[in-house]
Every structure is written in C-alpha cells, then in structure tokens.
C-alpha cells in the first residue's frame, strides 16, 4: 500500500494525510487520530527516505568515538551515559543517534571523509580531540554541521565543549599542598591528546604557584589505561627522588596505580596520596580506599552537545542559538582524605 491509498480510502487530500502521518499542527488531531489509525490498520509505513529527501535532512547525528586501543576501558564508561543525554534531546524533533568506532587514526579519518563526502548524518560530535586535529579541519573545509568535544588548535573557529581540566588540575594540587605534600607527580595519556595538554599545562602553573619544583621524571605519558598507570606508577616510584603523591588525568590510569603499590606492598592513603583526575566509572568509588576525583554529570553533558549541534541547522538555529558559544564544562570534586593523607615528615 502507498499513500495515494491510503488517501483515497480516508477520503482526504494526499497532502492532507502527509501532514497528519507528520504530526503536522494545521491538521486537526481527531484527523491525525483517525489517519494513523488506519496506517496501523492497514499496515502503511510512511518512507523515511522519500520524507528526508523532500525535506533535505536524513534526522541522524554522528557521534565518533576517541579513537581506542583494545586495553582502554575510558570511553565505555562515560560515552554511553553521554550517549543517553544526546539521544534524550534528538528523540524530540524525531532524530536518531549513531556511533562510529575506530580502531586507529587513518581508519577513523577514512570513515570520517566518507560521513561527509557522502552525507550519512546531518551533523557529527567529534571526540577525543587533539592538539593538532585534521579531522577538524576536514568537517571545517566542508562547511559540514560539527560540534568537538574537546577543544583543539585546529578547525578554526567552532563550537566546542570541553572538561574544565584546569580548574580540575589547579584543585588537585592544592588538595595534596593542603595535605603537606610537595613532590607531586603527574601521569597523562601519551600522543597528541588535547585533554593531556591542558591538564599538563594547568598542572605545572598550580606546581609553581605553590612554589614547588618538577624534577626530572616526574611527568611521566602513557597509554590511557589501566596498564598505562600501572608502567607510569612503576617508572615514577623507580625515582631516586620518589614522589609522595601522584595525580592522574583519568581514573582509569589511577587504577592501574592501585594495582602497581599492592604489588610493592603499598597502600593508597597511606603510604602514597593518589588523585585520581576525572572519574569516568564507578569503579573507582569501590577501591579500598575510594578514589579521589572529579565527577562530571555526562547525561547532561550529552544533552548539551545536542542542543549545540542543533543550533547548526537551519530549522532549529533559531530554538537553540544561545548552545552554539564554547563552554568549558564543570567538573566537582568528589574528596577521600583516606586518599590524601598528610605527607610523612
């Protein structure tokens, strides 16, 4: 069945049942009533191609996921909260959200091209960001609707949201100073990640705010992972000068911590402070003792980038103009003192 039999068995206008089947507001809601009734009598599915070609929008956003190595578990734990608040907001005008997944730079840019190229989304949210990004830069050439979760030094001016890792980094020091502590280490992801440069950036100003010193060694890169700590907490308490407290950027680095001092004996908070940066899962909160950090709210946070990314086309730029400006994006601290204990003297 199509909608020209539809239409003539209702007794209506093509048109008319185009705009009843669309919820239309010009059609009566006892017409709508009665029209949907019989599609779902009659078994009519309107076509979802044919409506996005005449309306020139496929109602699909693209979400592309930091680029993962099989160890890393960062993005299972706060992307899929995320990835609930994105569709909470696209559900309202009738859009879907798909993710992308790569397993390396060239195969994520290569599905990148052929997103835009092709136009397989309306729209994309582009994650894990780098310093030098040319995955920005692409979607910016093409004029392509793009909202980065991150920022970035390239792609020109856009529209971002980012982790406040500065306030974070600033607030992480100054807790282990509190505490007495002054040699502090930092462990971060390794490569070109944006995120690493702004909490390491961010770090060495609060260290020399405070008046403390970095030795060499003590800021130490490695994977974003749990064996990325572990080797980071290895090389760091290999130091002739072994710091007292360690600050990671991600929980998941911090973990690997725990596992590094059990093996030599030690105990978080007590012989070693240890912060955890930015808590991505829950498995921090069941340490022994609970892991230190910063929580961040990620439904709403995905709610966010779907208003920003919204505000990019043409018929709801209007409703949302006010999410299109960057925003850093508040991280709260969730404190342990058993994770912080006053430096030993």
């Known amino acids: ?15 008319t049942v185009s705009r009843a089947l669309n919820d239309a507001d010009e059609v009566s809601a006892k017409t709508r009533e009665r029209v949907r009734a019989a599609a779902h009598e009659l078994g009519y599915a309107p076509s979802k191609s044919a409506a996005s070609l005449r309306r020139g929008r496929l109602d699909v956003v693209g979400l592309m996921l930091p ?11 706060i992307f899929m909260r995320l990835a609930d608040g994105l569709q909470s907001v696209l559900s309202q005008h009738g859009m879907d959200l798909v993710m992308y997944s790569s397993e390396s730079w060239d195969d994520e840019f290569a599905r990148l091209r052929r997103i835009v190229d092709r136009r397989q989304v309306d729209g994309l949210i582009l994650a894990g960001t780098r310093r030098h990004d040319e995955r920005l830069d692409y979607v910016a050439s093409r004029n392509f609707p793009f909202v980065a979760l991150g920022r970035s030094e390239s792609g020109g001016e856009h529209t971002w949201v980012d982790l406040d890792f500065e306030t974070a980094a600033a607030a992480g020091v100054a807790r282990l100073v509190a505490c007495e502590h002054q040699r502090i280490a930092l462990a971060i992801p390794d490569g070109d990640a944006m995120q690493a440069h702004l909490y390491l950036r ?25 064996r990325g700590g572990y080797l980071a907490t290895e090389a760091l308490l290999g130091l002739d000068d072994a710091p007292d407290a360690l600050m990671f950027q991600s929980d998941c680095m911090a973990i690997g911590a725990y596992r590094k ?16 940066g930015v808590l991505a ?10 892991l230190s950090g ?3 709210d990620a439904h709403a946070l995905g709610q966010r980038l779907a208003r920003a990314l919204l505000a ?19 991280l709260t601290l969730r404190d342990n003192d058993g994770a912080a204990p006053p430096a030993a003297r």
């Open 261 to 276: 001092l059990h093996e030599m004996g030690l105990i978080p908070g007590r012989d070693l402070a240890i912060s955890g």
């Open 312 to 330: 990019q086309l043409p018929e709801l730029a209007e409703t949302y103009r006010a999410e299109r400006e960057p925003l850093l994006w508040p």
């Open 1 to 15: 069945m199509d909608i020209r039999e539809l239409a003539k068995g209702l007794k209506l206008s093509i048109s």
């Open 67 to 77: 680029v993962r190595r099989e160890e890393e578990t960062y993005t299972l734990g």
């Open 202 to 226: 961010a770090w060495k100003k609060a260290m020399k705010k405070h008046g403390l010193k970095v030795p060499a060694g003590y800021v130490q890169r490695n994977t974003l992972s749990e």
């Open 281 to 290: 899962g829950e498995v921090s909160e069941y340490l022994a003792p609970p």
């Open 294 to 296: 910063f929580t961040l």
